[in-house]
């Protein structure tokens, strides 16, 4: 996977740095509450919610343990379709093939379509390097790019920036990439939009190549699906001559009737609607209408590791809802840019961290970004037990060397001595009795300080209970 935001720390540090923003929990805090609400009742009017969640489940678990059979599948109908298909074991290979993809065309800009697969890679990045420019049309992306910024959030990008950020973004940078925006814009919802409609348009009646992720491929048609509320991947997906989708291994499901399931629980999950205003379907090319060239780029990315864990392959499952992301306590104070990474929030602390790796400091903090509490699988609308996952991959952490944790270690390794040994036990009992006078309120140290800064060590007795035990029991 391509590396974490430039410059980013680990969680910890990231975190204790953004929740001294009140801006940002202010903005965070009225968008999730008011997105969860939403999400909430639109799953209420589902008396078969349960069960069309068990039915997304399987159906994921069946694809993930035949992956090779239905990627195959999906190879060969796609290409029966007139469509392309290429395979990417990582991100620089997805890189260089989109970009020559690109070149072949004879073009030098690009329209995009909201994707975390393209995000995933750093493709905006790869195609500049190579004299490309690539326009996000979805608006909250739109945002993010004209202010040279990174993404917070899996559905709503710009959730951490208000409307009075937002106005003056489009006031100062939209020039530079296109239509400049009204001298007299005001931060009206409505004013904000339109301003984004006029600047896009120019480049969608313009541009020659698209490029797109996609929520799902069905393998038994080759057929790929976006859905979206703006129209702008519509437009990105009919108006071009070409277009190229990267997508991750793990968005192919079997049949065309699996969409039923997913196609109810996404919408209502993220946007909390009864269904997308905005479903794209398509299946290679047709000579009558829409692109002469379709191109689909298979991405591995660190997909095939984390399916070789039998606890940590949940996380293949997701559909990028986001809901688990609306409910999470850390996720509100902290935001999304703590965790690093374009996956951020619960599901981000399991997937992100799997596909990387967990040997940087950052992706080895990611695990310990949740408090646990569950609220993240209550919502998930596959049912990945994120809090499962997040202690498996805890564990693995603490097994692996050079990641922060070899005082644990070594005081653990210590311990286990002295507790096997009695006559050891005894003597350090009757130091630490006699001692305790001098014994500090809060742990030492880089390692255990900050789990103390809200607890007190609890007092050492006067005697031992052993020695206690003798006088007393004997």
């Known amino acids: 996977m391509s590396g974490t935001f430039i410059g980013m720390p680990a969680f910890p540090k990231a975190a204790h740095d953004a929740v001294r923003n009140d801006t940002l929990r202010a903005n965070l805090r ?83 379509v909201k994707s975390m697969a393209t995000q995933e890679i750093g493709l905006n990045e790869a195609l500049e390097a190579e004299g490309i420019r690539a326009y996000e049309t979805d608006l909250p992306e739109l945002i993010v790019q004209l202010g040279n910024d990174q993404p917070s959030h899996i559905l709503v990008p710009a959730i951490h920036r208000n409307r009075g950020e937002i106005r003056d973004i489009f006031r100062t940078e939209m020039g530079k990439w296109g239509r400049e925006a009204p001298a007299d814009l005001t931060d009206s919802p409505a004013e904000l939009a339109e301003a984004a409609r006029l600047h896009l348009r120019e480049k969608f009646l313009r541009a020659k190549v698209g490029i797109s992720g996609a929520n799902f491929m069905v393998a038994e048609t080759g057929t790929l699906v976006v859905v979206e509320s703006e129209g702008n991947g519509r437009m990105c997906l009919t108006l071009p001559e070409t277009v190229i989708s990267v997508v991750g291994i793990e968005k192919v499901i079997p049949t065309w009737r699996d969409l039923e399931v997913f196609l109810q629980t996404l919408p209502r999950s993220s946007t909390a609607e009864r269904m997308n205003p905005y479903t794209s379907m398509w299946s290679g090319t047709t000579d009558a209408d829409g692109p002469k060239t379709f191109h689909l780029v298979l991405l591995d990315n660190g997909r095939t590791d984390a399916l070789a864990d039998e606890v940590g392959r949940q996380a293949l499952r997701c ?80 097994r692996q060397d050079g990641q922060g944790h070899r005082l644990e270690k070594a005081a653990m390794k210590v311990t286990g001595w002295v507790l096997n040994r009695p006559s050891v036990l005894t003597a350090v009992e009757r130091i630490a009795s006699r001692t305790r006078a001098l014994h500090p309120r809060k742990l030492p140290g880089p390692g255990a300080g900050p789990w103390s800064q809200s607890r007190d060590l609890p007092e050492m007795p006067a005697e031992p209970f052993r020695d206690w035990w003798k006088k007393n029991r004997t």
């Open 319 to 398: 559909i990028r809802c986001s809901a688990c992301l609306n409910v999470c306590p850390v996720y509100e104070r902290a935001g999304g840019h703590a965790y690093g990474s374009v996956y951020p929030g619960p599901i981000g602390a399991i997937l992100a961290s799997q596909l990387r790796g967990m040997q940087s400091e950052i992706d080895a903090s990611l695990p310990y970004a949740s408090s646990l509490c569950g609220a993240c699988y209550d919502v998930c609308p596959v049912a990945i037990d994120i809090p499962e996952v997040l202690v498996h991959l805890r564990e693995k952490v603490t």
């Open 30 to 112: 009225r968008a999730t509450h008011t997105i969860r609400d939403k999400r909430a009742k639109a799953v209420s009017e589902l008396a078969d919610w349960a069960e069309l969640r068990e039915a997304g489940k399987q159906i994921k678990d069946l694809t993930l343990s035949r992956l090779d059979h239905y990627l195959l599948q999906l190879e060969e109908a796609v290409t029966a379709a007139g469509g392309t298909v290429h395979w990417a074991s990582d991100a620089a290979e997805a890189n260089r093939i989109v970009a020559d993809l690109v070149k072949a065309t004879g073009e030098r800009e690009v329209v995009k």
